[in-house]
């Protein structure tokens, strides 16, 4: 959907911080999930969370609260962008539970990119994975792509940190609020890109502290949903048979995006995902030139 000027207009101010309140105080409800809340929101189209909410103790209470844990964990620096805006992605309509929201801290234009590429895999990549994903994300940023990844160890972190070396544009969607630091090791690496570049998150930081650890780990599937439906294509450099690295290769299928596996992924016998994702439309690639070639008429190469 897009947003018009004389729509800005015919409509009551919005107040961004009491959306984003709202927002969170959505998820306060033990049943809230990214599925709920697209069809909450889809069934109400152009309705705002403080309309939903509709208490004003409520929201100011999430409000002082999300704000504290902001405080708290010394990151003074972030916003939010909240769907009916005009400055949030059209893209994630995409994503099969579509975004309402999400919070940011750097530059927010990198999320409209004219060229933009997810590059993902293992967190224990081999020393080949890690040579070809350095040399992979060094002709992306030569061709001008801006380089997406999640900051989790191994290839994430390694094509933020070389998309960074060779003077590229990155940005990181986390499977984490904004105040915590996941995996810890990436916390200088995190607040580079959040200074310098993007970093994104839509999870609720009020639901991320209520819940376990355990319960909190399923944000991270969402978050390559996200990933994806924010870049024109996902390129696999490696990934394990059971990686977490393949919900994001089917959520780019099923949004319509390029998916891009490497040849060295088809040549290990010990997994099966590449051969059963090429038969449902993932492009083989054996040279760098496959991939412009699989962009073209997206990036203009």
């Not at 750097?106 to 994903?133: C, H, M, Q, Y």
């Amino acid at each position: 959907m897009s947003l018009e000027f004389r729509d800005i207009f015919a409509n009551e101010p919005i107040i961004p911080a009491k959306e984003m309140a709202a927002y969170e105080a959505l998820w306060e409800n033990d049943k809230a999930s990214f599925k709920s809340l697209a069809e909450l929101f889809q069934n109400n189209p152009g309705i705002l969370p403080s309309q939903i909410v509709d208490n004003e103790d409520i929201i100011n209470d999430a409000y002082q609260r999300v704000i504290s844990y902001f405080d708290k964990a010394n990151v003074n620096d972030f916003h939010f962008a909240f769907k009916g805006t005009i400055d949030f992605p059209a893209k994630l309509d995409d994503a099969k539970n579509p975004l309402q929201f999400y919070y940011y801290r750097g530059n927010p234009d990198l999320v409209f990119s004219k060229k933009s590429v997810a590059v993902v895999g293992t967190r224990s990549p081999s020393e080949e994975g890690i040579r070809r994903t350095r040399q992979l994300v060094r002709d992306l940023v030569k061709h001008d792509f801006t380089i997406f990844s999640g900051l989790a160890s191994g290839i994430d972190k390694i094509a933020h940190e070389s998309a960074l070396e060779f003077e590229g544009r990155t940005v990181a969607v986390l499977g984490t609020p904004l105040t915590e630091y996941y995996p810890k090791e990436n916390k200088e690496l995190q607040d580079i890109i959040a200074q310098d570049h993007l970093l994104i998150s839509q999870v609720p930081v009020l639901k991320y502290k209520k819940q376990t650890y355990k319960i909190n780990r399923f944000f991270f599937p969402e978050r390559n949903a996200t990933m994806s439906a924010l870049s024109d294509a996902t390129i696999i450099v490696e990934a394990g048979e059971t990686s977490g690295t393949l919900t994001q290769a089917k959520h780019a299928l099923y949004q319509g995006r390029k998916l891009f596996i490497l040849n060295n992924c088809f040549e290990n016998p010990a997994i099966s995902w590449p051969a059963k994702f090429e038969r449902e439309g993932a492009i083989r690639v054996r040279t760098f030139e496959d991939i412009l070639k699989g962009l073209e008429g997206l990036s203009n190469e």
